[in-house]
Every structure is written in C-alpha cells, then in structure tokens.
C-alpha cells in the first residue's frame, strides 16, 4: 500500500507562489515516476507535471509550462510542485499521483496507480 499525503496548498492572489508537497510512504518510491494532476470544479482532473524518478525528466501541461517546477527528493521520499505567478484558472485541487509500473514519465491518468487526497489552492483576482 501507497500513501499520499499533499500540503502547502492555500489561498493567495493572482501573481503570487505557492510550494506543494507530497510526502510518500509505504511501497518504494524512488524506483518510479510521480505526478501532479488538478481538478476545478466542474471539469475533470488534469495533468499538470510529471518526473521521472531520478529527476532526470520532466513533463509539464502547457498551461503551466514556464511557471511552474516539479522535483523530487528521494532521500525523503517526497515531491515538490513550485507554483509561481499563479492566476485565477489554476484554482483547484491538487493531487500528486505514483505511477503503477516502472518506466517512463506520462501525462496519461491510468498510468498512475495510487493518489493523494489532494491540497486545495485558491488564487483570487
């Protein structure tokens, strides 16, 4: 069993940052790759980030490709989502997500296993 757990999430205004965390414990975490997905209310979760498991790669939506940083710290079995020059459209909540097999990096849902609860994140105008 996997578990999960996000923090750091919260409400701030447009152009402000925030620093998720995802803690994992349970079965090995640094042999695979880890996500970032959101859902706003209304609409379907959404890939945000991807890393590979040793950092060496990276994935990002579009629409936060250039604000936000994805990383991860194996010795504390913990990924980070850096959130900066945040806007009103990413309000929602974010999960962080383990892939199921070993392998590469996706932005494709079924390729993750095991799921957080989620931190909300509000950003106001």
């Known amino acids: 069993q996997v578990q999960l757990v996000e923090s750091g999430g919260g409400l701030v205004q447009a152009g402000d940052s925030l620093r998720l965390s995802c803690a994992a414990s349970?079965?090995?975490?640094?042999?695979?790759?880890m996500g970032w997905f959101r859902q706003a209310p209304g609409k379907e979760r959404e890939f945000v980030a991807a890393i590979s498991w040793n950092g060496g790669s990276t994935l990002y939506a579009d629409s936060v490709t250039g604000r936000f940083t994805i990383s991860r710290d194996n010795a504390k079995n913990t990924v980070f989502l850096q959130m900066n020059s945040l806007k009103p459209e990413d309000t929602a909540v974010y999960s962080c997500a383990r892939a199921t097999k070993l392998g590469d990096i996706s932005l494709r849902r079924d390729e993750y296993g095991y799921w957080g609860q989620g931190t909300q994140v509000t950003v106001s105008s």
């Open positions: 349970g079965r090995p975490f640094v042999s695979y790759a």
